[in-house]
């Protein structure tokens, strides 16, 4: 069975720092792209940091750049969201999205989302 699973979210104050996981299952997600996204209450998902397969440079949102790094270990089939410097307005969902294409068709996957807020 297919699955992505986040953990590692709560509650954080402004300036700290937290890391986020994504354990799949059921697929090796060394041969996917590998994303994080994350969606705040009346907004739209955003991008916030791609991990490409193999050695490429991973991509980030401008609102995170300098301050989220995002990382994978292909033998534990993770891949982590490290957060600093965290602001108010990082409170969001945080999703795990895996996807790539075969044979011209895009598979995609999502978790189910972790918490992540951000108050003093």
């Known amino acids: 069975q297919v699955q992505l699973v986040e953990s590692g979210g709560g509650l954080v104050q402004p300036g700290g720092s937290l890391s986020v996981s994504c354990a799949a299952s059921?697929?090796?997600?060394?041969?996917?792209?590998m994303s994080w996204y994350r969606q705040a209450p009346g907004k739209e998902r955003e991008l916030v940091a791609t991990?490409?397969?193999?050695?490429?440079?991973?991509n980030y949102g401008d609102s995170v750049k300098g301050r989220f790094t995002i990382s994978r270990d292909n033998a534990k089939n993770t891949v982590y969201l490290q957060m600093n410097s965290l602001k108010p307005e990082d409170t969001a969902v945080y999703f795990c999205?895996?996807?790539?294409?075969?044979?011209?068709?895009?598979?995609?996957?999502w978790g189910q989302g972790t918490q992540v807020t951000v108050s003093s």
């Open positions: 059921g697929f090796s997600l060394s041969t996917y792209v």
């Open positions: 991990s490409p397969i193999g050695s490429a440079s991973a």
């Open positions: 999205n895996a996807r790539r294409i075969f044979f011209g068709s895009k598979i995609e996957y």
